[in-house]
């Protein structure tokens, strides 16, 4: 039996001056404290809501994200410069396989999500399990990489590590939103990124320091492969933990997920084309829609640090450390931000990311030069993370039953990570024949339009983000949360 199986796994659930929907409670500034004599109460009430807000599942998961992505940034810090200057890849040539990155993982997390969905003989749905395989695949491609020496190859390992990827993705991010009460989802979807981003944070930081006790310099004629080998072995190892953490401390079943009125009973299995007509879900199809609207713009974070790389000639051994800046912000940011989105709604704050977003391209793009606007731009894109990735499962969430989480997640997932496919593969083709900074430039006009676009799609009353029922509880009869029979 596993340690997590002996867990409870629900989200705790606040005390009556703390629960959801009595803010002024929970923040110590109303009559439910009664005469204050100090901070005392009101201290004591925040920790009380943080606890609430953070169920121990989303910590758990938050550890194997981490773990995980040390192991995968450290490969995706050298990857790009291995390809183009040790292989010789072409800028569109990398396009097309940056974009398997995104493709890859698209085609297979609707899979993923339907899959979770589809309850055991137990009658537990199948997150953990789903994930775990997920998970798994990504650890051993790893290894793999030490094997391959050809871009073709490369690119086989690349898609199978984003199968892995795809399959993982919805199944755990719908554990985080059914282990934790509506109230908090934006807050705990920022405690899980942060977590997450600390991994994204430390990976370059270690493939930097693996590179420098291998003694192999990230040659331009790739003669001397030992520092690049070196990291894939470390990552697989790396990744082989995440997934001990992820089968020993995560729960196997969170909660008993009620079917919603006019859903399949809990015996039917889920087919593949229901998760689809999600979609007839007007809140879910807006968020949807505006995922793809701003994804098609969204300049992957590979082009965007080869450009920063270029325009201050950096030297090439120090292009592994680029990302940290984008990471440090996320980081610091994706809490707070998180628990902003709750309060003023999830939805905004999306939008508003991305205009965050088109400020980064465009201090890139403007006459300043030197490290203190290569560093403002790493920030900006950090921020720009902090405000959109957990923050638009969060949103998701709110417009999808709990016993289809999973499919709900995966198909607005599935629709961003479309997008950036086509944008890699777009904005590959337009540095090869204009250069990057026109790319950019262009980018840059198309992401304003975009956002303008969406956010004439949220506009109605009825976009706003409606928290839906907890787990377990009746659903949520919004037209935005409605699901088609």
Known sequence: MYVADSRSSKAPVAPAETRPGRREAADGAGPADGPRTGDGPRAAGRRTAVRAAVPGTVVALGVVSLVTDVSSEMVSAVLPLYLLTGLGLSPLGFGLLDGIQNGFSALVRLLGGHLADRRGRDGAPRHKAVAAVGYGLSALCKPLLLLVHTVPLIGAVVAVDRTGKGLRTAPRDAMISLATEPAHRGRAFGVHRAMDTAGALLGPLTAFLVLRLAGGPMLADGGQQQGYHAVFAVSGCVAVLGVLVLLLFVPNRLHDVEPSSGAAPSDARPRLRDGLALLRVPGLRRLTVC????????????????????????????????????????????????????????????????????????????????????????????????????????????????????????????????????????????????????????????????????AFVLREPAAAAAPVAAPGGPAPTTDDSEVPS
């Open 291 to 454: 995922a793809v609207l701003l994804g098609l713009t969204t300049v992957s974070d590979s082009f965007l640090y080869l450009l920063v790389q270029r325009r201050l000639g950096l030297a090439v051994e120090y292009f592994p450390l680029l990302p940290l800046g984008t990471a440090g912000a996320f980081l610091l940011l994706a809490v707070p931000l998180g628990a902003l989105a709750d309060r003023i709604g999830r939805r905004r704050l999306f939008l508003a990311g991305h205009g965050v977003l088109l400020l980064a391209y465009g201090l890139l793009l403007s006459p300043l030069d030197g490290p203190a606007a290569v560093v403002c731009v790493l920030l900006l894109h950090g921020s720009f993370y902090a405000a959109t990735d957990g923050v638009l499962a969060a949103a998701a969430a709110d417009t999808v039953p709990a016993e289809r989480r999973g499919a709900g997640l995966a198909l607005v997932g599935t629709g961003q990570a479309l997008a950036r496919f086509a944008c890699s593969l777009a904005f590959g083709a337009l540095w090869s024949a204009v250069g990057g900074t026109t790319a950019l430039t262009w980018s840059a006009l198309a992401l304003a339009g975009c956002v303008t676009g969406a």
